[in-house]
């Protein structure tokens, strides 16, 4: 039996600029993404979709990847996603199923055996949760 190690990652909103002019910009550390992104946050309703872009860092042993998780939402209120590694060069993996209910995040992406859950800020600003 493997021990596997959860990996807590926040995932936080992108606003103003595209993704491949944030990942110019953002460290390769948590905090520096939390000044660096700024006043820079998606302006979000009271209602915080979570739909939008999200960035945040994977931490696999001594490495750090940098991601970002593309959420739309369909006419019918679904949620569908894709995810880059932005330090990978891997674009539009595919995100097998995606749900928010509550303010809990969860997605899946059976190809990659990803799970995440993770709860919405108060602010809308942040997914904190658990790979």
């Not at 990996?7 to 905090?31: D, E, K, M, R, Y």
């Not at 019918?76 to 674009?91: E, I, P």
């Amino acid at each position: 039996m493997h021990k596997c190690r959860l990996t807590v990652i926040t995932l936080l909103a992108l606003g103003v600029f595209p993704v491949t002019n944030a990942a110019a910009h953002l460290g390769s550390s948590l905090s520096n993404q939390y000044s660096a992104l700024g006043s820079h946050h998606s302006t979000l309703t009271t209602q915080h979709s979570v739909a939008g872009t999200w960035l945040g860092v994977l931490e696999v042993q001594t490495f750090k990847l940098r991601i970002v998780l593309k959420i739309t939402q369909t006419a019918d209120g679904k949620f569908t996603a894709k995810m880059d590694s932005l330090d990978q060069a891997a674009n539009d993996l595919p995100i097998d199923t995606i749900t928010s209910e509550g303010g809990v995040v969860h997605f899946e992406a059976r190809a990659m055996s990803l799970s995440y859950e993770g709860k919405l800020k108060d602010n809308g600003s942040e997914i904190e949760g658990t790979l």
